[in-house]
């Protein structure tokens, strides 16, 4: 079973890929433009640290470590589940996603199989960049066991964002096309590349128990700097993607019934 | 094969008062009202069978074709086809049946034909062998060899049904289902399609079940037809058999000199014939319906042309099309009772 949704995925993959090189100006813009857009980001940052040595007690290079994570996580969702978005408007109010449900495989899968977004490489490149960047000057010694909490973190906050994007788009069974709030929902995020601390109460525990965007940056990266108070917490954060993943799913699987029981 | 009874589907729908002040009411407070898109539907299609279903829009056609696939669950009655409940085991059900839904497609927009198969033998599990062997005669049949480099997005309407249709047939599925697969194209094409689709069916006891306006893939693929009007079965029962019934009935086109905006029969032929509504604005051609058994068709031309300017005129006889709009506009009231054909 595993085996072969592995293999398809495979297969859909090979043939985006091919896409992909056909539309190669396409391709390069896309990664062009999205690092473009980090980089506009980190140099926001950069200035403000031009002019102040610490922001509520974290340094230039901690913070860049929070804003690494937070791409790199981003950048799994943005490659692979990017087709989320367009749930509504590309598939079920043209009657596409009927085509799926008479595939003999789970629709959710071929959902989001269908799509490989190029632009997220970009962020992938800049993200890893910020990390190891910023790495070194943190107050840590790297190794073996770091680097693979790194990757574990990283992925972790890549399928919390999946899992947030997967929740809301499901509103579209519903209302045919929930973009706007997934839009909202997901700026969200942007709140997460600072440390959650410099914000008020209401906005942390928001962050980090209803919508846990906290935990695909702030709380990943707190784990490394030493003293920042939450590195206990931080080792939820697997835990905390795999609860979203399933709460998502039972959604998704509760808006696919309302979906076929009432036609669009 | 496939087997329905009492299948009932009901909608939900928003009712709005009209204008912007309606919609913003609406935001706010929503009246709902019932709409019966399919009331109390059975039928009993045996394996092999090659079944029109026709109805005009909204007849409820899309909707039992969506709960036959599994896309909708019913509101309730029973639905069954090949032992399998559709909306319950629906990837089960899946990867026993084929379909082409008109107007949208089941490849893979920007990739190749050929790819776009290769992807689909991995789907539905095709063993290699079987593959290569229906690939080749599809491509035969369908002339599909120089489409099959070319991405689909850039196929022209007629290449990309024919692509449609071997990809529903590509894993030999048990029962296919046909919404609409020759709208809008050439006769030539709407010829190979039809003979690809009986060819199927001789071959491989496809089971077919069609829905299409146009009459003549009706009279040349199905040996029976179900018409549905309003969510209802109206007529269940042979191609032959309705002919008979009908069989007295008679089209007369009139082409008249100038057009008319509100034509309306003259008193005299009123009770015996009917005109049959156009679809098209040319008001400059009047289609009149009526029963030879009541009333000659010379006695209807004489008294159109004493009210009227004719210029021509044709004479059809009882073709299914005329007998579907027939039934269509007035129904089968006062004619023959449902129960009866069976």
């Keep these: 079973m595993l085996t072969r949704y592995l ?31 980090q980089f506009a980001g980190i140099f926001f940052v950069k200035i403000v640290f031009d002019h102040i040595h610490q922001l509520n007690g974290w340094t230039f290079y901690e913070i860049l470590f929070i804003y690494g994570i937070a791409a790199t996580g981003r950048s799994i969702h943005h490659i692979f589940f990017d087709n989320l978005w367009t749930l509504g408007w590309q598939y079920i109010r043209p009657g596409k996603f009927d085509r799926l449900l008479i595939r003999p495989i ?9 799509r490989l977004q190029q632009d997220g490489f970009g962020q992938l490149f800049i993200g890893i960049i910020v990390i190891s960047t910023a790495m070194p000057h943190l107050d840590i010694s790297w190794g073996v066991l770091e680097f693979f909490i790194l990757i574990v973190m990283i992925i972790a906050s890549g399928f919390i964002f999946v899992a947030i994007n997967l929740f809301f788009a499901t509103l579209s069974f519903w209302m045919v096309d929930s973009l706007p709030i997934v839009w909202t929902i997901f700026n969200l995020s942007d709140f997460a590349r600072y440390p959650l601390t410099i914000y008020h109460k209401g906005i942390r525990h928001l962050l980090t128990w209803i919508i846990p965007y906290g935990f695909t940056a702030f709380y990943p990266a707190a784990y490394f700097i030493e003293g920042s108070g939450f590195q206990k917490l931080a080792l939820l954060t697997p835990v905390v993607a795999i609860v979203s993943c399933v709460v998502a799913y039972w959604f998704w699987n509760k808006g696919l019934k309302a979906f076929t029981s009432t036609g669009s | 094969m496939i087997v329905v009874k009492n299948l009932e589907k009901y909608y939900k729908i928003a009712k709005r008062d009209p204008g912007l002040r309606g919609a913003v009411k609406s935001l706010f407070h929503r009246k709902y009202e019932t709409k019966k898109a399919v009331k109390r539907i059975s039928m009993h299609i045996e394996s092999g069978e090659m079944v029109g279903y026709i109805g005009a829009n909204g007849a409820g056609k899309s909707t039992t074709i969506k709960m036959l696939t599994g896309i909708l669950t019913p509101t309730s009655g029973e639905v069954k086809v090949n032992g399998i409940i559709p909306y319950e085991n629906r990837k089960q059900n899946a990867s026993h049946i084929g379909a082409v839904f008109g107007q949208r497609t089941q490849l893979f927009w920007d990739i190749p034909v050929r790819e776009s198969y290769e992807l689909l033998k991995h789907i539905y599990e095709i063993p290699q062998k079987q593959y290569e062997e229906t ?43 046909l919404d609409e697969p020759t709208i ?9 399609i039809r003979n690809f689709i009986k060819q199927m069916n001789a071959r491989y006891g496809t089971t077919v079940l069609l829905t299409t306006h146009d009459m003549q893939d009706i009279e040349e693929i199905c040996h029976r037809i179900i018409i549905i009007d309003d969510g209802s079965v109206i007529y269940d029962g042979s191609i032959q058999d309705i002919k008979a019934q009908f ?26 014939a009917v005109v049959i509504p156009k679809t098209d604005e040319d008001h400059h051609v009047v289609s009149v319906s009526f029963s030879s058994k009541e009333i000659s068709g010379a006695e209807v031309i004489s008294c159109m042309m004493k009210h009227y300017p004719v210029l021509d005129l044709t004479i059809a006889d009882a073709k299914i099309e005329t007998i579907v709009e027939e039934i269509y506009s007035k129904g089968l009231k006062g004619r023959v009772q449902h129960e009866e054909i069976h």
Excluded: T, W
């Design chain 1, 7 to 37: 293999k398809l995925y495979y297969l859909f993959c090979k043939q985006n890929l091919k896409v992909m090189m056909e539309y190669r100006m396409d391709f390069l813009l896309g990664v062009l433009s999205v690092m473009l857009q």
């Design chain 1, 106 to 114: 789970n629709p959710l899968f071929h959902f989001i199989a269908d």
């Design chain 2, 135 to 177: 690939l080749a005669e599809f491509v035969e049949v369908l002339h599909l060899e120089p489409l099959l480099g070319i991405p689909v997005r850039q196929l022209s309407l007629g290449q990309k049904m024919r692509c449609e249709l071997a990809a529903a047939f590509l894993h030999r599925p048990k029962v296919v289902y």
């Design chain 2, 184 to 192: 809008g194209l050439d006769v030539a094409v709407k010829v190979r």
């Design chain 2, 247 to 272: 069989g007295d009935k008679r089209v007369i086109q009139f082409e008249l000199e100038h057009s008319i905006d509100h034509f309306v029969l003259p008193e005299e032929i009123r009770s015996a």
